[in-house]
C-alpha cells in the first residue's frame, strides 16, 4: 500500500513539472510571429518581451483612397475651377499638363474657342491671338476607360491621334462620340471638375465670333488668369 502511495507521488510531481514547463515555453506560433518581424526589419532585432510575445504588428496599408487628389485650380475672368487629375489611368496626359502648369504656361492665355453645348477650349493662345510655343507632342491616352462626359477635362489635337500638346478643354455635355473606339481614335480624358462648373457653365454661354482666322472666339475675352497646382 505505501509503494501504491509513493506511486502516485511520484506520478503526480511529474505531471506538474510537465505542466510547467509547457506553461512557462514560448509557443510554436510566437516563435513564427516573432522570426517573420526580424526579417522585415531589414537586419534589424528586437528582443521578445513578455508583452510583445505572441503579438503580431500588422502595418497599415496604403489604399488608394488615402492617396492625396492632385488638383489643379484656374483662376479665370468668369471665377474658379478646381480639377482633380488621374495619373493612374492617364499618366503622360497628366505628367505633359502638370509640366505646363508649374511652368506658368498658361497664366495670362483664353479660352478661345467655346461651343455651347458641347465644350469649352483654352490652353493655347494669347487674347491676341498669338499661338504659344509647346513642348513636342504627346501620346494619346484615349484608350484609358475615362469618358468624355460632363465636367471631364481632356487634350485637344489635331487629325494626328498622337498631336496634343497643351490645349485642353471641358466638355459641358455628355460627348460619346468623342471617346475611344475601334476606328475611333478618340481624345484623352485625364482629369475632372470637381469645383466651379457654374464658372465652367457661365463660359459656354459667352457670345462668340470670328476671330483671328478662328471660328468660336468669344468676343468678350475669357481670360486665364493662373493656374496652379492646389497640393
Known amino acids: 500500500m505505501e509503494n501504491t502511495n509513493l506511486a502516485i507521488l511520484v506520478l503526480g510531481a511529474v505531471v506538474l513539472i510537465l505542466l510547467a514547463v509547457v506553461l512557462l515555453s514560448p509557443s510554436p506560433i510566437s516563435q513564427t510571429i516573432v522570426l517573420e518581424e526580424e526579417d522585415t526589419d531589414a537586419g534589424e532585432t528586437t528582443e521578445p ?9 500588422i502595418p497599415e496599408a496604403e489604399t488608394e483612397d488615402e492617396k492625396e487628389p492632385e488638383i489643379v485650380v484656374i483662376e479665370t475672368s468668369k471665377g474658379t475651377i478646381e480639377v482633380e487629375l488621374d495619373r493612374e489611368s492617364a ?3 497628366v505628367e505633359n499638363f502638370a509640366t505646363y502648369v508649374n511652368e506658368g504656361f498658361y497664366d495670362g492665355t483664353v479660352f478661345h474657342r467655346v461651343i455651347n453645348g458641347f465644350m ?23 484608350s484609358n476607360g475615362l469618358k468624355n462626359k460632363r465636367g471631364t477635362v481632356a487634350m485637344a489635337r489635331t487629325m494626328d491621334p498622337d498631336s496634343a500638346t497643351s490645349q485642353f478643354f471641358i466638355s459641358v455635355a455628355d460627348n460619346s462620340f468623342l471617346d475611344y473606339s475601334p476606328g475611333n481614335p478618340g481624345y484623352a480624358v ?9 464658372t465652367v457653365d457661365k463660359i459656354k454661354e459667352v457670345e462668340t465670333t470670328s476671330k483671328y482666322g478662328m471660328g468660336d472666339w468669344p468676343t468678350e475675352d475669357v481670360l486665364i488668369l493662373k493656374v496652379y497646382m492646389k497640393n
Open 120 to 142: 469649352v477650349q483654352g490652353g493655347g493662345f494669347t487674347p491676341e491671338g498669338t499661338q504659344k510655343e509647346t513642348h513636342p507632342p504627346i501620346i494619346l491616352e484615349s
Open 49 to 57: 518581451t513578455e508583452e510583445t510575445q505572441g503579438t503580431e504588428e
Open 190 to 198: 485625364f482629369g475632372k471638375v470637381v469645383s466651379g462648373m457654374d
Open 91 to 93: 499618366p503622360v496626359t
